[in-house]
Antibody, heavy 118, light 110 residues
Framework: QVQLVQSGAEVKKPGASVKISCKAS????????LTWVRQAPGQGLEWMGG????????NYAPRFQGRVTMTTDTSTRTAYMELRSLRSDDTAVYYC???????????WGQGSLVTVSS | QSALTQPASVSGSPGQSITISCTGT?????????VSWYQQHPGKAPKVMIY???NRPSGVSDRFSGSKSDNTASLTISGLQADDEAQYYC??????????FGGGTKLTVL
């Protein structure tokens, strides 16, 4: 089964950008989509968007449209999520997960904490 | 897109059964057979327990089952065990080709 390993914690200032990576352990990466979900401290899960199995068509949640970019590098089996114009309420743990269908995510990465603070 | 509605908390004793509800609208839960349930222990990543309303991934105990009626989906856990104590989230695809999660339910095993 694919395992996903994410990049480490980041501390950013308001207005900056962050780019998180998510590396897959096997070539099954090229057969499934990849989704991103975030979780603010003490809060629930929030779907940010995903990228299709052919790694060509990202599908972003409306509230992140224009501020997020999701890409993949199939040669290194790595997915990236860049979030721009960071605000304090973007402080959260960001997860990547293999997307088997639009709404079936398995497995998940370990999470990357992003702290936005001046 | 509004979050799906789940009870904030449920509880049960070991060996008992509990059910967690997840209410949406005709634009999400009611429109698709695409409801998933995730279990999250503190400090850990979520783990899928049910997908497509009532399907269990390989390795998930058959004590976990899912169902749906109109705009409400349900997760039932039978034979409660101490390790079932966790946060549970439902999710659904939507008519806008997005995904919406529920607010989460904390399950306490008494």
């Amino acid at each position: 089964q694919v395992q996903l390993v994410q990049s480490g914690a980041e501390v950013k200032k308001p207005g900056a950008s962050v780019k998180i990576s998510c590396k897959a352990s096997s070539y099954a990466f090229n057969k499934n989509g990849l989704t991103w979900v975030r979780q603010a401290p003490g809060q629930g899960l929030e779907w940010m968007g995903g990228i299709s199995a052919d790694h060509r068509d990202p599908n972003y949640a409306p509230r992140f449209q224009g501020r997020v970019t999701m890409t993949t590098d199939t040669s290194t089996r790595t997915a990236y999520m860049e979030l721009r114009s960071l605000r304090s309420d973007d402080t959260a743990v960001y997860y990547c997960a293999t997307q088997w269908r639009l709404n079936y995510f398995d497995p998940w990465g370990q999470g990357s904490l992003v702290t936005v603070s001046s | 897109q509004s979050a799906l509605t789940q009870p904030a908390s449920v509880s049960g004793s070991p060996g008992q059964s509990i059910t967690i509800s997840c209410t949406g609208t005709s634009s999400d839960v009611g429109d698709y057979s695409s409801v998933s349930w995730y279990q999250q222990h503190p400090g850990k990543a979520p783990k899928v327990m049910i997908y497509d309303v009532n399907n269990r991934p390989s390795g998930v105990s058959d004590r976990f089952s899912g169902s749906k009626s109109d705009n409400t989906a349900s997760l039932t856990i039978s034979g409660l065990q101490a390790d079932d104590e966790a946060q549970y989230y439902c999710s659904s695809s939507t008519t806008s080709s997005t995904v919406v999660f529920g607010g989460g339910t904390k399950l306490t095993v008494l």
